[in-house]
């Protein structure tokens, strides 16, 4: 139960009463008509102070049996949110992944750090940049090559059972850093989404942590430059 179904069962719970007065037309105003039922050693006064206090303490009881969980589990949420200092996350690019973190200063991005270290979306292994030359074999099936084949730049997996190469563009890290930072930004600066900071924090299941709030993002967004394929 959030915070306006707390309200509305108190309204409620005020106007039941109200009914209950002036149904049994007791008046408000002569309290020794409400502490009537009441010992005489409560009665006047003191009668008064022990039915109020008492009511309160029913409220009170009430209110934390029905909305006690949503109100610790709001408080649990704003910890978590003052403790996480990081987003990590991962970018997905022309068969590279980059890995990204996002460095927060009270909820807000302060500092955004992408790495020039290439990983290999299959194994997550490294990737190193290298310049490939068709060999004649390859020439010679593939016509559009010259007799003087053009040197190819690329990324390509240093790991030798996984053998993936894909071509290296001058541009493509600097497009993965603006990438990073919008979907950081996404997260930290949107309010009641599914994708907010909040949000995500409110669905991890396990410990919140930078990189398990990005597993989150991955999860509730569709789109497929966001992985999780730079996490071993």
Not at 137 to 150: F, K
Request: overall charge negative.
């Amino acid at each position: 139960m959030d915070k306006d179904d707390i309200e509305l069962f108190v309204a409620i719970l005020g106007t039941v009463g109200t009914f209950i007065l002036v149904y049994l037309n007791l008046d408000i105003s002569d309290t020794s008509s409400l502490t009537s039922w009441i010992p005489s050693i409560f009665s006047g006064s003191i009668g008064t102070v022990f039915t109020i206090v008492f009511v309160l303490y029913i409220l009170w009881y009430i209110l934390k049996f029905i909305g006690g969980t949503g109100l610790l589990e709001d408080a649990e949420v704003d910890v978590h949110l003052r403790e996480l200092d990081a987003i990590e996350g991962c970018i997905q690019k022309s068969g590279v992944v980059w890995k990204g973190t996002a460095h927060l200063n009270r909820g807000e991005v302060e500092n955004i750090e992408v790495p020039y270290k290439p990983i290999c979306p299959k194994c997550q292994t490294g990737l190193v940049d290298r310049t490939q030359v068709p060999s004649m074999q390859e020439q010679r099936q593939n016509p559009s090559y010259g007799s003087e084949a053009q040197p190819t730049k690329v990324f390509s997996c240093s790991n030798g059972n996984c053998e993936h190469t894909v071509a290296r563009d001058t541009d493509q890290y600097d497009e993965v850093k603006y990438l990073f930072e919008r979907h950081a930004k996404r997260i930290t600066e949107t309010r009641d989404e599914d994708y907010s900071l909040r949000t995500l924090v409110e669905n991890i299941d396990n410990q919140v942590t930078p990189q398990s709030v990005w597993e989150q993002y991955a999860r509730t967004v569709d789109d497929e430059q966001v992985s999780t394929n730079c996490f071993h």
